[in-house]
RNA sequence: CGGGGCGUAGUUCAGCCCGGUUAGAAUGCCUGCUUUGGGAGCAGGAGGCCGCUGGUUCGAAUCCAGCCGCCCCGACCA
């Protein structure tokens, strides 16, 4: 058996990169920093949109699309949002391109073509959308606005890793308007419990809750929700964010709505958003040496049949069963294929699969022909059983229920079992190499914070919304505090 | 942006130090036969601007210079 991809205890960071790669999510493109999504790949992030765009409208929002370009001026209007950005902006200074006279066949810029005002690629969309809102909220009659875009944006990063940071990224960005302060931030929970709630039942990876510290907070933003979940490696990782934007965007675009007491006032923002990453997360959440391990309500294939045959009538006989069994998985929205290829034997086909994460697999030969069975082997535990063939649709629909489940619960347990509370500053040092979340007490500072950061490269990862108030003193600092909060290192 | 690595067949790589037949292997691909309950075997075959440009030399994948690209490790980030 060849070893493709490196094990987990050996190099974590090589475990992943061989997975996507092999297991035919993703590859290198040509350009620094991007990658090409293969079908496998967007498969999946095809089931996670649908599935995200369906709880999106069904908690009152719409989808549309805003330009991929942005005027740099745009940028320029909310400071802190500028400031958060500008470093990582691709830039485009001209709109046409010419003949090089000196090198046939070759193009260069025509510096005749220089824009008179730069454009940007969008990293986020805040500025371009809240251009337009300006035209579209004059009353509170126009609020809220509860808008959604599914977008690709880029981010010139310096350091890039398949799906967890490319510079070109996938994403849905939410951008909302609302007349209160109360409706905005209630809209900027609403939507972090809704990430949550897919991440959770879909995608089988538990998650805290949390509100970031300033120094971790959105550019612009008043204030950052988040959803952290804890990878294998004891890394912790941002699935998603929420922003409470404030007047913030209403002020520097001047969206201004006369209120019911015909009083002119600023309207109140939010802004969500959840990406590509994800596939890093489900990817480093659950899978193993063996290849991805894919929860069923997210895999684009649930099961897949491997006929065991000698010749080809046997093959028919085989088929024949097969066919039945297919149906009536079909029946039961339970997704299946056949594969009789002839181009491997059945050992291979059973490693493939394995690699790509399907989560059951359907061996059939002339053995269960003749006994009525067949042979169920789960992808999460690698347990094999031989069942009757009547009701194995029954028999697969529990399995995947039960798969999804169990996979969830593995995840949960080792995110328990690595969750730590901890209450001096030798402890944290000790427990921090050890990985996993740190639950400690701190003194509310961005000093303490850096401190802490520079010396352990932890970071604060959020103030869980269910920290109970609790008095003690600052890890680092010993200074008094009211509250724990989590600590990791952090993708 | 610093530090390191790599660029040779579709893929992974050897060859380079020490220049010299027609540039190799494994794997994948094509043809045929035998196989098929955990990554099959045999036989035959196709496949290369040796990253680019220039230099040294009778002769360069190999030596020298420059350039380009990608990956990995650190500082910034969803």
Redesign the pocket.
């Known amino acids: 058996?060849?070893?493709?991809?490196t094990s987990r205890d050996i190099n974590y960071?090589e475990w992943y990169?061989d997975l996507v790669l092999?297991s035919g999510l993703a590859e290198?493109?040509?350009?620094?920093?991007?990658?090409v999504i293969k079908p496998h790949g967007w498969a999946i992030w095809e089931n996670m949109k649908s599935i995200l765009d369906k709880m999106f409208k069904d908690t009152g929002h719409v989808n549309a699309s805003f330009p991929l370009l942005i005027p740099k001026s745009f940028l320029e209007q909310e400071e802190g949002h500028a400031e958060?950005f500008a470093?990582?902006c691709a830039v485009v200074t001209h709109y046409r391109l010419k003949t090089d006279p000196d090198r046939k066949g070759k193009l260069i810029v025509d510096n005749e073509s220089k824009l008179e005002e730069e454009l940007i690629i969008r990293p986020t969309s805040e500025t371009i959308i809240w251009n337009c809102y300006k035209n579209w909220i004059q009353s509170y009659r126009d609020l809220p606005i509860l808008i959604n875009q599914w977008a690709n944006v880029m981010?010139w990063?310096?350091?890039?890793?398949?799906?967890?940071?490319?510079?070109?990224?996938h994403?849905q960005e939410g951008h909302t308007a609302h007349a209160t302060k109360e409706e905005a931030v209630e809209e900027t929970v609403k939507m972090l419990n809704v990430y949550a709630d897919f991440m959770e039942n879909y995608m089988a990876v538990p998650v805290i809750k949390g509100v970031k510290t300033i120094n971790?907070r959105?550019?612009g933003a008043e204030d950052?929700y988040?959803v952290e979940a804890l990878m294998q490696d004891g890394k912790a990782?941002?699935?998603?964010?929420s922003h409470f934007l404030g007047q913030n965007f209403a002020k520097a675009f001047d969206v201004k709505f006369l209120s019911k007491e015909g009083k002119l006032e600023f309207a109140w923002a939010t802004s969500w958003?959840v990406?590509?990453?994800m596939m890093g997360a489900l990817i480093m959440a659950h899978s193993d040496d063996?290849?991805l391990i894919i929860p069923p309500k997210l895999a684009p294939l649930h099961v897949v049949i491997i006929p065991?045959?000698?010749?080809e009538e046997q093959l028919k006989t085989i088929t024949e069963k097969a066919d039945a069994i297919m149906k009536a998985l079909k029946a039961k929205n339970i997704s299946v294929k056949f594969d009789d290829s002839?181009?491997?034997?059945?050992?291979?086909?059973?490693?493939?699969y394995?690699?790509k994460g399907v989560p059951v697999?359907i061996?059939?030969?002339?053995?269960?022909?003749?006994n009525n069975t067949?042979?169920i082997?789960r992808r999460d535990t690698?347990e094999?059983s031989?069942v009757s063939a009547d009701g194995v649709d029954a028999y697969i629909e529990n399995l995947l229920n039960d798969i999804q489940q169990n996979i969830y619960n593995k995840a949960l347990s080792y995110r328990n079992n690595n969750l730590h509370e901890v209450n001096t500053w030798d402890e944290f040092q000790i427990q921090i190499e050890k990985g996993g979340f740190i639950s400690a007490h701190w003194d509310g500072t961005g000093e303490t914070e850096e401190k802490i950061k520079e010396e352990t490269?932890a970071t604060i990862r959020c103030i869980p919304l269910d920290a109970k108030e609790e008095s003690g003193v600052c890890v680092y600092s010993g200074k008094p505090s009211e509250r724990r909060v989590l600590f990791a290192r952090?993708?």
């Not at 310096?158 to 510079?167: D, E, I, P």
């Not at 990782?237 to 964010?241: F, I, N, P, R």
């Not at 061996?363 to 003749?370: H, L, N, Q």
């Open positions: 058996m060849a070893d493709k991809i960071s990169n092999q290198y493109a040509a350009v620094r920093g991007c990658m958060g470093k990582e981010r990063e310096m350091r890039t890793r398949l799906f967890l940071r490319t510079s070109e990224f994403w971790e959105f550019a950052t988040c990782l941002q699935m998603g964010t958003g990406s590509t990453r063996n290849g065991i045959y000698k010749n002839d181009q491997n034997k059945p050992g291979w086909k059973y490693a493939e394995e690699l697999r061996a059939m030969g002339m053995r269960d022909i003749e067949v042979e082997a690698k094999k031989v490269k952090a993708y």
